[in-house]
């Protein structure tokens, strides 16, 4: 079955918008692990808009499942991600503007400085993902630069699907994911996806045995005013089950 990491960033969103400590990141987090969530992703941003530093480092120490941090490839987050240590580091792209990550790294335009990321990652014992979009030739340069996984860029593809699932872009869209999927995966790449996953357009990506995980956060959290957080992470485990290949 696919593993789901819940992204608990909006958590941290609505706590930010009264700049009061509650609710609790790490009571959410705690719900999601014993809901069954098999990893916590977190964002650190430059911006610090929604997940604050202590956060990341409480979440290291109170969790039992793998801690995902995803951030920028600055300076400033290597040092963070270095002592803190999660499991998994996933790089992204960041725009200060942006609402939220809007699309795959660019490996190929800055290979030199992204191993030099790399390296400095795994020498600290940490994992590491690249955050890119279906295309084979990002695929390619993430393994040439020493990562350990790709995490697929959905955007598009929850864009299409929310459209029509019978369109010609959506088809395209899964077509290109799967063929990404496949090249990753004959290169030794874990694969993972996210951005834009819900409970409605989870199944047809469920499909592509290649895939290890989805990281998942606004939908979830979205669901859980209605239903509280542990039914809606326990209902993408179903989902996930239901439709895994
Ligand atoms: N993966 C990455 C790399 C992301 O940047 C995000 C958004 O923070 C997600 C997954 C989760 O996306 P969503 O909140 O749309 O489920």
């Given at each position: 079955m696919i593993k789901l990491g819940v992204n608990i960033d909006h958590i941290a969103t609505v706590r930010q918008a009264r700049k009061e400590?509650?609710?609790?990141?790490?009571?959410?987090?705690?719900v999601c692990q014993s809901a069954g969530a098999t990893g916590?992703?977190?964002h650190l941003r430059e911006d610090r808009r929604h997940i604050q530093d202590k956060d990341v480092y409480e979440l290291k120490s109170l969790l039992n499942i793998p801690l995902n941090l995803e951030m920028a490839a600055t300076d400033e987050m290597v040092n963070i991600a270095r002592e803190?240590?999660?499991?998994?580091?996933c790089l992204v792209p960041e725009k200060r503007e942006e609402l939220t990550t809007?699309?795959?790294?660019?490996?190929?335009?800055?290979?030199?400085?992204?191993?030099?990321?790399?390296n400095r990652l795994k020498d600290a014992g940490i994992k590491v993902s690249?955050?890119?979009?279906?295309?084979?030739?990002?695929v390619k340069a993430a393994s040439d630069i020493g990562a350990d996984i790709i995490e697929i860029h959905t955007g598009n593809y929850a864009k299409y699907f929310k459209l029509s699932a019978s369109s010609k872009e959506f088809t395209d869209e899964l077509s290109k994911i799967a063929k990404a999927a496949s090249a990753g995966h004959a290169l030794g790449l874990t694969i993972n996806a996210g951005h834009g996953l819900d409970y409605d357009n989870i199944a047809p990506i469920c499909a592509l045995k290649e895939m290890n995980e989805f990281n998942i956060g606004f939908s979830i959290v979205a669901r859980a005013v209605f239903t509280g957080l542990d039914a809606a992470v326990r209902e993408m485990l179903a989902k996930l089950k239901q439709y895994s290949c």
């Open positions: 400590d509650f609710p609790s990141v790490l009571h959410a987090a705690e916590i992703t977190v803190v240590k999660p499991a998994f580091v809007e699309g795959g790294l660019n490996i190929l335009s800055q290979k030199e400085r992204l191993t030099d990321v790399v690249m955050f890119i979009d279906a295309d084979i030739a990002q």
